[in-house]
């Protein structure tokens, strides 16, 4: 049974660092690209930030670059989101997904196969 669990979500004050962390498991993700996504309450699902399956190219909304950042750790079967500077408009529940195998970093919800189950960031003013 292929799982994505994402851990290390929680209420935070505006300015402050969350670090979260996607752990893969049922299957092997090393060859395709990961990426995190988010969803705030009467929003659409956004994309946040994703790299390639090696780990050397990375893309990020530019609602969070320069704030977030993205890795991987293909031995251990994760990627984390370090989360830097944060602000009230960062409040959405954040979504781990591993794409379909493809060229590139896909940026679309459509392109990723296999979702976690969230977790909750709240960020007080």
């Known amino acids: 049974q292929v799982q994505l ?3 290390g ?4 004050q505006a300015g402050g660092s969350l670090r979260l962390s996607c752990t ?3 299957r092997t993700f090393s060859s395709v690209a990961m990426g995190w996504f988010r969803q705030a309450p009467g929003k659409e699902r956004e994309f946040v930030a994703a790299i390639s399956w090696r780990g ?3 893309d990020y909304a530019d609602s969070v670059k320069g ?3 993205i890795s991987r750790d293909n031995a251990k079967n994760t990627v984390h989101l370090q989360m830097n500077s944060l602000k009230p408009e960062d409040t959405a529940v954040y979504y781990c997904a591993a794409a379909v195998p493809r060229r590139g970093i896909p940026t679309t919800p459509t392109s990723y196969a ?3 189950q969230g977790t ?5 003013s």
């Open 56 to 58: 050397g190219s990375t």
């Open 24 to 26: 893969t498991s049922g």
């Open 120 to 124: 909750q960031v709240t960020v007080s």
């Open 67 to 69: 704030r977030f950042t």
């Open 114 to 116: 296999y979702w976690g």
């Open 9 to 12: 979500g929680g209420l935070v």
């Open 5 to 7: 669990v994402e851990s």
